[in-house]
C-alpha cells in the first residue's frame, strides 16, 4: 500500500515537473537558448518553443490512462533527444546558466546519473 502511495506522489511530481519545465521555456527562454549547442544556434527559438510545448503536452498526456503508455515513450525519447545538449555542457567547460555555474563534471553527472533516473522515474511512475 505505502508503495502504491509513494507512485502516486511521485507521477503527480513528474506530470508537475514536466508542466513546469515546459512553461518555463516559454517564461524564461535565456536560461534555455545558451545550452542549445552551436550547431543547432540557427534553430535554437524554434528548438527552445518546440521543446516547451513538447514538455507541456507530455505531461498532459500522462494524466488519462489511456495516452499515459504514449505520453511515458514520448518523454524517454524526449529525455534521450536532450542528450547531445547534456554532451555539448561537458565539452563546453565551466559556464554560467542563470546564477548556477555549470562545471564538466556537473554536466557528466546530470548526463550519466540525472539523464537515466529521470527516464527511470517516466518509466516507474507510469505503472499506476
Not at 553527472?109 to 539523464?115: A, D
Request: with cysteine.
Amino acid at each position: 500500500m505505502k508503495i502504491k502511495i509513494v507512485k502516486q506522489i511521485l507521477f503527480f511530481l513528474l506530470i508537475i515537473f514536466y508542466l513546469f519545465a515546459g512553461y518555463n521555456h516559454f517564461a524564461t527562454p535565456s536560461f534555455y537558448i545558451p545550452i542549445i549547442p552551436p550547431y543547432l544556434a540557427d534553430w535554437a527559438k524554434e528548438i527552445n518553443i518546440l521543446s516547451g510545448i513538447a514538455e507541456i503536452v507530455l505531461a498532459l498526456l500522462l494524466i488519462p490512462k489511456a495516452t499515459r503508455s504514449l505520453a511515458v515513450k514520448g518523454v524517454i525519447i524526449m529525455l534521450i533527444a536532450f542528450i547531445p545538449s547534456h554532451i555539448y555542457f561537458i565539452q563546453k567547460g565551466d559556464f554560467m546558466l542563470g546564477s548556477f555555474t555549470i562545471t564538466p563534471l556537473l554536466s557528466c553527472v546530470r548526463l550519466f546519473v540525472g539523464q537515466p533516473i529521470l527516464i527511470l522515474w517516466a518509466w516507474w511512475s507510469s505503472k499506476i
